[in-house]
């Protein structure tokens, strides 16, 4: 009906246009042509837009989101090609991916266009295809020797839910059969420009009933191959039965120099072996990290090494303050403290310590670093190398203070955390959030933070103690949260 209306109102136009008002009984002379306006508008005419996306070493690039100024999108297929439908006219294309930077294309789109292609360069974050390993999500190769051990996606144990990969027999599947079980990344290429640091980093939760068993040979591994699925490198090599989320990290930077993978072409493999006698064993996995950065970067920390004894604000209502201390560090002299030391008066407690950041929107990608050291009073405390010194953290006033939001719900147990908090306080995500124990060494923790790109962040430290028997403290060193340009 829209259209009949429309059309007759076009028609009376005509008419009108001729000097033929509507209602006249004079006929249209014979031979005078009526031409009909074709109207056309390009806010409903698309083209497709297509190219390739790849780094400077010309390997192409996959799970680049391509987006245009209308919020279309596509992502780059294992070739690095896309295709996306614009609308005709201006148009400015942008392409972004973990751990790269680009600059946007602009275009006049009046037809469809082809080899539309962009080149990325390192920034700084993980590139990895899927890391969270969820259902659907493509990245990930599922292998098995034996049809009846299949390897596959989890929902039942998860470091970041709602799953995660798993490796090998569980003990609750009630076999023990010979098997070879293996999930295999996609090919990551390491581009040959000059990289500030490049690692692989993954949580693993490793169950076994033959852990320990004299003549039982099942084996769980973390390798690394080259594009021809050679193991170049083995990153772990245990049995173990955990059953708790541990955190490896391996450093790809000297294996690179040495060319030890060639064409710099990387896969990143989980397996579990089964010998099929005695126990079983199998290992989970999640949030798989192959981090680069480049080295035009910059540390948004102040005093991310705490020799200054400044940047740095606690949180600690029951008095018991996070202080600067010279107990242990990683480096320098100085570290922060956060919790109870071992023989001090124990008390419910939280103890935070945290500082303001921004980061750039200027920037293409966030990477967080940080060491860290616990001690409990269940485990035995080494003894400092130097007499302990201690300066107090600056606490905010009063009406600034931050109550710990980053506790969902009260720990049963001391516990050790790492935030990320909105410039108001509120959690944005959790990135570490353990049980405390006596570690006896130092540990390095690395996470990207590109998602809050542009954003005023606070990053927090904290130290529950739960007031009962033992006492735990966290010591945090060398803090470092580089963005890339």
């Excluded at 946007?104 to 590139?127: E, H, K, R, T, W």
């Excluded at 027999?169 to 076999?175: M, Q, R, V, W």
């Excluded at 072996?273 to 079983?280: A, F, I, R, Y």
């Excluded at 500082?355 to 050291?373: C, E, I, K, M, R």
């Amino acid at each position: 009906m829209k259209r009949l209306i429309r059309f007759l109102i076009i028609f009376s136009f005509l008419l009108t246009s001729l000097g033929i008002a509507p209602g006249m009984a004079a006929p249209i002379p014979p031979g005078i042509p009526i031409f009909l306006p074709l109207l056309t508008t390009h806010a409903t005419i698309k083209y497709s837009v297509s190219g390739t996306i790849r780094d400077t070493d010309g390997y192409p690039v996959a799970g680049v989101v391509v987006k245009d100024v209308n919020g279309v999108t596509a992502v780059t297929d294992q070739y690095g090609h896309y295709s996306i439908q614009v609308l005709a006219g201006p148009n400015t294309l942008t392409a972004t991916k973990s751990g790269y930077s680009t600059l946007p294309l602009n275009l006049n789109v009046a037809s469809a266009l082809n080899d539309v292609n962009f080149s990325v360069q390192v920034g700084c974050g993980n590139i990895v295809v899927n890391d969270s390993v969820n259902v659907g999500e493509g990245g990930w190769d599922f292998l098995t020797d034996n049809d009846d051990v299949i390897a596959g996606t989890d929902l039942t144990v998860f470091n970041t839910a709602p799953s995660s990969g798993r490796t090998g027999i569980d003990p609750a599947a009630g076999i023990n059969e010979l098997s070879n079980t293996r999930a295999r990344s996609q090919v990551y290429h390491i581009p040959s420009e000059e990289l500030d640091s490049v690692f692989v980093g993954l949580w693993v939760f490793q169950v076994s009933t033959s852990a320990g068993v004299v003549g039982d040979y099942d084996h769980q591994y973390i390798e690394l191959l080259d594009e021809d699925d050679n193991v170049v490198r083995t990153i772990l090599f245990e049995n173990l039965n955990t059953a708790a989320w541990t955190y490896v990290e391996y450093s790809l930077e000297q294996d690179l120099t040495d060319d030890l993978f060639p064409h710099r072409n990387i896969k990143i493999q989980v397996r579990t072996v089964n010998d099929g006698t005695g126990g079983v064993s199998a290992m989970y996995f999640d949030n798989v990290a192959l981090v680069m950065c480049n080295t035009h970067c910059e540390d948004q920390i102040v005093d991310g090494g705490f020799e200054l004894q400044t940047g740095w604000f606690m949180y600690a209502p029951q008095v018991i303050s996070p202080t600067y201390t010279t107990a242990f560090a990683h480096t320098g002299l100085w570290s922060v403290q956060t919790g109870i030391p071992v023989g001090d008066p124990n008390v419910e407690s939280f103890s935070e310590v945290f500082q303001d950041v921004n980061l750039p929107s200027s920037h293409s990608g966030a990477l967080l670093t940080f060491w860290l050291y616990t001690t409990s009073s269940g485990g035995i405390v080494p003894v400092p190398a130097l007499p302990s010194l201690t300066r107090e953290v600056t606490a905010r006033p009063e009406t600034e203070r931050r109550s710990p939001l980053s506790i969902q719900a009260t720990p049963e147990n001391d516990t050790i955390y790492v935030y990320v908090l909105d410039e108001d306080g509120e959690s944005l995500r959790r990135l570490f959030f353990e049980e405390a124990t006596d570690t006896n060494g130092w540990t390095r923790y690395s996470f990207t933070l590109s998602e809050f790109m542009g954003e005023d962040i606070q990053l927090l430290f904290g130290t529950y103690n739960d007031g009962d028997r033992d006492v735990s403290a966290m010591y945090i060193d060398d803090v470092i949260l580089g963005t890339c340009d």
